[in-house]
């Protein structure tokens, strides 16, 4: 039985959105339901990133959509949520693949970069021409990157990196790489490198048997004594505060994105559960159990819009804390998840099986939980807003 995404609005949210934010909306949700529905179980199964759509994407506009300059479409804060909202309808590897090349590649460029770091790669980037990565993490450095091992060091004109990344997004397929370093002459200062992918001694190595984000690259990177000209360190960047900067963008839209799987799993749910017969020949949405399942999860997707709407008109007044942010990504990842688990629990053992995309959501989400600060790092952050007291 296939089951069509119709959307998911109890309490007439869309009444809070102007005429462009619904238009962004709908144009990015025919383009998810026409071109990556029909191919997304297929690319899960396979471990296959949809590379065939990186191209379309771009001329929606969906790279850097909320840059302004450079081709980039320029949309608010709210647009861009509804795009990633509806990209993480379809799949949060998809979502994930356009987060980091525009809220941590695109992003750090524009806001960090010189000006022909900008005019260089924006264009590229915006027309999906060149692709990014983002490398933080490291295998011994997670939640906390201020413990950080990949060094750069000057020499003449040159800088010289030596160091891994790990669990890297579009690692392998990225033509540019936002590394991260201690640099050694600054008294190990945070500084971010442009590093194209292709200089002797950079290595991407995909991370397989991933049971999550599989429709998503992720790779290590490795960089062994790797020379970029002095010109390609992002000259505003200092301290751990900057890449900071960037998270901040990428969990944003996280917020959102985990809003759309959530609605995946409850839209599938409620339809699937009106059509299944157990007990009296009756359909099992009239068993008060599974009504108070669905009654849960409406409530709580409802609550998460107007947070993700809130803290997106924040954003677009330029006052959305990083605590608010916190509260988007930590409280809405979480309410899609235990969103996933209720529906794949509604549909019996169809919910283990891909002809459905709920248990795919819910591995997924299991990756977004974790990744972009986890969900106990931003509990202290929220903590930390309220009580004054760093709890790390
Ligand atoms: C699919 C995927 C894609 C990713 N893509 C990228 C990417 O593109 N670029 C990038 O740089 N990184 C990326 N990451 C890495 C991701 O950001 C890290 O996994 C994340 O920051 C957590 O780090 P960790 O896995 O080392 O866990 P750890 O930091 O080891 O944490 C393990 C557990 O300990 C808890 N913990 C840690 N410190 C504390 C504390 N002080 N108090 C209480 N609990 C604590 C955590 O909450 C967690 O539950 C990706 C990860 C995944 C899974």
Redesign the pocket.
């Known amino acids: 039985m296939a089951i069509k995404f119709r959307g998911v609005d109890f309490l007439e949210f869309d009444s809070l959105l102007t005429d462009d934010e619904r238009l962004v909306r709908d144009t990015t949700r025919k383009f998810i339901e026409d071109n990556l529905i029909p191919i997304i179980e297929e690319c899960n199964r396979a471990g296959r990133f949809p590379r065939e759509l990186v191209k379309p994407m771009a001329e929606l506009g969906f790279y850097g959509a909320s840059l302004n300059g450079y081709g980039c479409a320029g949309m608010s804060n709210v647009e861009y949520g509804l795009v990633m909202q509806e990209l993480e309808r379809g799949d949060s590897g998809v979502r994930?693949f356009v987060s980091?090349h525009s809220a941590?590649v695109m992003y750090p460029i524009y806001t960090f970069g010189s000006d022909e770091q900008k005019q260089f790669w924006l264009p590229l980037m915006q027309k999906g021409e060149k692709l990014g990565?983002?490398?933080?993490?490291e295998p011994d450095?997670?939640?906390?990157p201020g413990s950080m091992r990949t060094r750069a060091k000057k020499s003449g004109k040159e800088y010289v990196l030596n160091g891994e990344?790990?669990?890297?997004?579009?690692g392998s397929i990225a033509d540019v790489a936002v590394i991260w370093a201690k640099v050694e002459d600054e008294d190990n200062k945070i500084r971010g490198f442009l590093v194209e992918t292709d200089r002797p001694g950079f290595r991407a190595a995909d991370i397989h048997g991933?049971w999550?984000?599989r429709a998503?690259v992720?790779s290590s990177l490795s960089l062994q004594d790797v020379r970029i000209p002095e010109s390609n360190l992002l000259p505003k960047t200092g301290g751990l505060k900057s890449p900071l900067m960037c998270l901040s963008q990428a969990r944003y839209g996280i917020g959102w994105g985990a809003i759309g799987a959530a609605m995946a799993c409850y839209d599938c749910a409620l339809q699937y559960s009106l059509f299944r017969k157990q007990f009296r020949d009756q359909p099992i949405a009239s068993h008060q159990l599974v009504q108070q399942k669905l009654a849960w999860m409406i409530s709580e997707i409802t609550k998460a819009q107007l947070l993700a709407l809130q803290v997106g008109r924040l954003k677009d007044k330029d006052k959305a804390a990083p605590q608010h942010i916190s509260m988007a990504k930590r409280n809405n990842v979480w309410m899609a998840l235990e969103c996933a688990r209720m529906a794949r629990d509604i549909l019996g053992a169809n919910g283990i099986a891909d002809e459905y995309p709920i248990f795919r959501h819910m591995a997924n989400l299991e990756?977004v939980k974790?990744?972009?600060?986890?969900?106990?790092?931003h509990t202290?952050i929220i903590g930390q807003s309220v009580t004054g007291i760093d709890?790390?």
């Open positions: 994930s980091v941590l990565c983002f490398g933080l993490t450095s997670g939640s906390n990344k790990m669990w890297i997004t579009s991933k999550s984000l998503s992720t990756s974790t990744y972009e600060g986890t969900h106990d790092v202290l709890a790390f």
